[in-house]
């Protein structure tokens, strides 16, 4: 049995979550806190399985909590998966998806409780530390290392390794050595947080790192092929084609 606890201070919030904790096969609620103190008190005294917890509540916000978990010893117990519940910030929302940290956005939906429930029991678990790292770190701090999942387990992937990133409207597809993961967030995202001097957007959707590109070569169009060390082969858009024959020695 996978004990729950939830610190929430809105009480509609609440009320929807314990429902749903009590009518998940497998989960059971030890607590429902409505402040950050009593949270952390009650998260240190029951050591909860799997935490629920807003970001912004009196006393501590849910980030404070999640600081003062780190160094907390478990016993022989493991540390709490934390899943945050948060009104929207795109830059919250983003260091979650950057770093592999459940989150349900309100107002949130039982299907996207459930999702994020499976993927916190599931997959390991970022540490507090990691967790508070980033959702303190500068909204505009270029990205050293991210998070990403794949088949139940979460790995730490050095951006200086990611070879290229490609993109719909929703997801992105990011390649390092030879391993591609999908990530929850538009590309637009990933540009502001990446090094400008080492990623280059060369269309809308697709970011490639200028530390594989082998060669570019015109193609009949006057449009650059880039070609990665692995054979991967993109066209340049115009501009940005342009830009870089401009650059050039």
Request: glycine share 4%; net charge negative; charged share 25%.
């Amino acid at each position: 049995m996978t004990t729950v606890l939830i610190a929430e201070d809105e009480h509609l919030a609440a009320e929807a979550l314990a429902d749903w904790v009590k009518a998940t096969p497998g989960l059971q609620l030890v607590a429902v806190c409505e402040d950050g103190e009593d949270a952390l008190a009650q998260i240190r005294a029951l050591k909860p399985a799997l935490v629920l917890t807003d970001i912004q509540m009196p006393g501590l916000t849910g980030l404070q909590v999640v600081q003062a978990l780190q160094g907390h010893d478990w016993g022989s117990g493991h540390q709490p998966r934390i899943i945050f519940t948060t009104a929207y910030d795109q830059h919250a929302l983003t260091a979650f998806e950057l770093h592999a940290v459940d989150y349900l956005l309100k107002p949130f939906s039982r299907e996207r409780f459930d999702e994020a429930v499976r993927h916190a029991l599931r997959d390991a678990a970022p540490s507090p530390a990691e967790v508070a790292q980033a959702l303190g770190a500068p909204a505009d701090a270029p990205l050293t290392r991210l998070l990403v999942r794949d088949q139940g387990k979460i790995f730490p992937l050095q951006v200086a390794d990611i070879e290229c990133l490609r993109s719909d409207n929703k997801y992105t597809a990011i390649t390092s050595k030879g391993r591609s993961f999908l990530v929850r967030l538009p590309i637009a995202d990933f540009e502001a947080r990446l090094d400008a001097s080492r990623f280059l957007r060369v269309q809308r959707g697709c970011i490639v790192n200028l530390d594989f590109v082998d060669s570019m070569t015109p193609d009949e169009n006057s449009q650059l092929v880039v070609q990665l060390r692995d054979g991967t082969r993109i066209t340049a858009n115009r501009e940005v084609s342009k830009m870089l024959r401009e650059q050039s020695l």
